[in-house]
């Protein structure tokens, strides 16, 4: 389960939070004498997330010279534990130099923090509220623990910063990632899928020829590849050769490109005698738009000329042409004699392992911390932006978001700036990144 730490001085109302979080019956159980009072745990829900919650309450008896010190071992320890800390201050009191002393203590920690503002039911609360923007901590969650107000709020934060299982936007549960590489070739006519295709099947179950749009249909086709399962979703290609002598039909891009919905990667297929065309651009774009991962394969390598040249410049062309995307991987083949599939694969499994990769919101935090320090967001209107952190809210596409006040004001620009961070620092390179932004209310 993932870990919430409520730490706070005496006081603010963290036992009142872990009561009402954890059920007050749970709660009472670990008041029995003998049960260490400064740290109780407990099991605890707030609508369908849970979690484990720690309470550092406990040193109220304490002698309040020595407060200090022991409140700060026991702060510590917690947020070390702790996946997300709510720092909790009394909104009706305000800030107290003890509050300002532990937003010291939280510098340079890399737990994400929410400030919480606590009894904060009517109107008495609003100066505290305002006062703890001076914290740089960001927003507060003004909340009623006692009242049960501001739960929707918490939740709305806690929420992305906790939930282990990623569900897709459309509600699609991840797959397991160590299943068959799910693999699309898609491509112009004539870039010589169907010609890979038989060639990795090493058998005649598809037809090819000089025509145009000879395949069609879209059938996935188990395959192995060095051991490791694949499953070929082929644009068009597997029409058996009896079908095909039906009808011929000339094939658009279009209906090739549905495959790209089946596929974990896809390859785009260029013909190494026609070079990189703006439709192969445009096919390339919308794998990425579609946010699966891409490889690019220059097919008929055998009867390219002047390779050095061409595989240089599709390169670069290509990390021009596809500026939202750089480093997508680039190899060179020929389906007829089958060299270079093997680095097509290798290719394949590789942003595979990207695109499924999920970093741990530490670490994640840890090289946001570095990047917005290194080149702070501007200040639109001279109103400054405050970024808070970020977590990957799921992979396959690997989805960020990122919690600050006026992110909705975040020029393009600096977006950019951290998703080509993500990709370079974090291991997410070639591979289509997304990038969400929230404002707490
Ligand atoms: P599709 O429309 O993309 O499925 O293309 P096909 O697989 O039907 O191939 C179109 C033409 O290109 C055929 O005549 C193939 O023999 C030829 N072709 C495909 N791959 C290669 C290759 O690696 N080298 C050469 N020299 N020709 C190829």
Not at 337 to 362: N, P
Not at 384 to 413: C, E, H, W
């Given at each position: 389960?993932?870990?919430?730490?409520?730490?706070?001085?005496?006081?603010?109302?963290?036992?009142?939070?872990?009561?009402?979080?954890?059920?007050?019956?749970?709660?009472?159980?670990d008041d029995r004498p003998g049960v260490t009072r400064d740290r109780r745990?407990?099991?605890?829900?707030?609508?369908?997330?849970d979690f484990k919650i720690i309470d550092t309450a406990g040193y109220e008896d304490e002698d309040p010279k020595s407060l200090p010190g022991r409140m700060r071992q026991q702060t510590e320890r917690a947020i070390s534990d702790a996946d997300v800390a709510l720092f909790m201050f009394d909104a009706r009191v305000g800030l107290t130099p003890l509050d300002e002393e532990i937003a010291r203590w939280l510098r340079g920690t890399e737990t994400p923090i929410i400030?919480?503002?606590?009894?904060?039911?009517?109107?008495?609360?609003?100066?505290?509220?305002?006062?703890?923007?001076?914290?740089?901590?960001?927003?507060?969650?003004?909340?009623?623990?006692?009242?049960?107000?501001g739960m929707a709020d918490l939740f709305q934060l806690l929420q992305p910063l906790i939930e282990t299982d990623a569900f897709g936007e459309d509600g699609e549960e991840t797959e397991d990632e160590g299943g068959p590489l799910k693999l699309a070739i898609v491509g112009r006519p004539n870039a010589g899928k169907s010609t890979l295709i038989n060639r990795m099947l090493d058998d005649d179950r598809l037809i090819t020829g000089p025509e145009a749009g000879i395949t069609r249909d879209s059938i996935a086709v188990p395959w192995e590849w060095q051991g490791r399962p694949v499953e070929l979703i082929d644009t068009a290609g597997m029409r058996k050769r009896a079908k095909v002598q039906d009808k011929l039909e000339k094939l658009s891009v279009a209906d090739g490109l549905r495959a790209v919905d089946f596929a974990e990667v896809v390859v785009l297929l260029l013909d190494a005698t026609l070079g990189l065309e703006v439709q192969?651009?445009?096919?390339?774009?919308?794998?990425?738009?579609?946010?699966?991962?891409?490889?690019?394969?220059?097919?008929?390598?055998?009867?390219?000329?002047?390779?050095?040249?061409?595989?240089?410049?599709?390169?670069?062309?290509?990390?021009?042409?596809l500026a939202q995307v750089r480093g997508v991987p680039l190899v060179a083949i020929s389906a007829v004699?089958?060299?270079?599939?093997?680095?097509?694969?290798?290719?394949?499994?590789?942003?595979?392992?990207?695109?499924?990769?999920?970093?741990?919101?530490?670490e994640l935090n840890r090289w946001f911390r570095d990047a917005v320090e290194r080149?702070?967001?501007?200040?639109?209107?001279?109103?400054?932006?405050?970024?808070?952190?970020?977590?990957?809210?799921?992979?396959?596409?690997?989805?960020?978001?990122?919690?600050?006040?006026?992110?909705?004001?975040?020029?393009?620009?600096?977006q950019r700036y951290l998703l080509n961070g993500i990709r370079n620092d974090l291991g997410f390179g070639g591979i289509p990144v997304r990038l969400t932004m929230r404002s707490p209310k």
């Open positions: 389960l993932p870990v919430i730490a409520i730490i706070g001085r005496p006081n603010v109302g963290k036992s009142t939070l872990f009561n009402r979080l954890v059920g007050k019956k749970l709660a009472l159980v745990e407990a099991e605890g829900h707030l609508f369908d997330l400030l919480v503002g606590n009894k904060a039911e009517g109107r008495a609360a609003e100066p505290g509220l305002y006062e703890s923007y001076k914290l740089g901590l960001g927003d507060p969650v003004p909340l009623s623990a006692e009242h049960g107000e192969d651009l445009k096919i390339a774009d919308r794998v990425l738009e579609e946010g699966r991962a891409l490889v690019i394969a220059i097919n008929k390598w055998d009867i390219a000329a002047d390779k050095k040249a061409l595989f240089e410049g599709i390169g670069t062309a290509l990390d021009e042409g004699s089958g060299k270079g599939i093997d680095d097509l694969m290798e290719a394949a499994f590789t942003v595979r392992d990207a695109w499924s990769k999920r970093v741990t919101t530490g080149n702070p967001p501007p200040a639109p209107k001279g109103k400054r932006i405050k970024l808070r952190y970020m977590t990957q809210a799921r992979n396959r596409p690997p989805s960020f978001v990122l919690f600050g006040s006026r992110v909705d004001k975040l020029p393009m620009s600096y």
